[in-house]
């Protein structure tokens, strides 16, 4: 029995090394494709003879690296997802159980949520620019606006479906309401409460660029769409990197807290 537990686990560290270098060698690949079409001038349909090569856009990320405006941008973008997604999570997961929990909140406040759920949050910037006395306040309040909605749709989902049969068990053990909040509903809808907040990671950081680009001071954002007014296309495509290596690792961190939280799961569940 030992031995078969032995080559189980074997057997998993080796299929997970495997996964690591497939996805590694997917990137490589992509990035040499990159290379081979840029440096060859390839024409055919998209003009990829017109976009930094890798080695220039490598250059480029070096010497950003050495500056500390680019420092500054990333603090200012990180600190404006921060915010923004931290007050939607609260929000959004608050408001979510209350809509679904409660018939007075479904009633008054549904109707709204569900009108100004289908507009874009970035279509919000006038609004933003208009309602708020600063840019950083309006472009918190489009990056809170974007992911806020991912994050109450998803709890509300997981709240009404949670089994009756365990509100109903606890109830019969005299259990008060803040109880079956804590005990029952709270731990039942994590899943879905963490995958509302996946979604709305990634949702915040596309809005939050967006808004950069229109209305910003700073950031990541606003710097990528500046590099593009001068027509310096290399910083250009350092700051898109830029993004998606933000995105991937803030994106990761919520999923790792989700694993993290819900490890009470079986497995297939949890991932």
Do not use: K, N
């Not at 997961?93 to 874009?120: K, Q």
């Not at 933003?128 to 950083?136: G, K, M, N, T, Y």
């Not at 809005?207 to 950031?219: K, V």
């Amino acid at each position: 029995m030992a031995r078969e537990d032995d080559e189980t686990i074997t057997s998993t560290s080796r299929s997970g090394w495997v996964s690591r270098a497939v996805r590694v060698s997917s990137v490589l690949a992509a990035i040499g494709v990159w290379q081979l079409l840029t440096a060859g001038d390839v024409r055919f349909w998209l003009r990829f003879d017109t976009l930094p090569t890798v080695t220039e856009v490598i250059a480029e990320f070096g010497e950003h690296l050495v500056t500390g405006q680019y420092y500054l941008d990333v603090a200012q973008s990180l600190v404006r997802i921060v915010t923004g997604f931290g007050l939607a999570a609260v929000v959004g997961v608050l408001a979510g159980i209350g809509l679904a929990r409660s018939r007075l909140l479904a009633d008054v406040f549904g109707p709204l949520a569900e009108l100004i759920r289908p507009i874009p949050a970035i279509a919000l910037v006038p609004v933003a620019i208009l309602l708020f006395p600063s840019d950083e306040s309006g472009i918190v309040f489009i990056t809170f606006t974007a992911s806020l909605f991912p994050v109450l749709v998803s709890t509300r989902h997981a709240t009404r479906a949670l089994p009756t049969i365990w509100e109903d068990a606890v109830r019969t053990l005299g259990a008060s309401r803040r109880e079956v909040l804590t005990r029952v509903v709270v731990p039942g809808i994590l899943p879905g409460v963490f995958s509302g907040l996946s979604v709305g990671m990634g949702v915040a950081w596309i809005c939050l660029i967006s808004a950069e680009m229109i209305s910003g001071r700073l950031g990541i954002g606003y710097r990528t769409w500046q590099s593009y007014t001068i027509v310096d296309y290399p910083a250009v495509f350092v700051g898109m990197i830029t993004i998606g290596i933000l995105g991937f690792l803030t994106s990761g961190i919520v999923e790792l807290a989700g694993r993290r939280v819900t490890r009470w799961l079986p497995r297939e569940a949890a991932s």
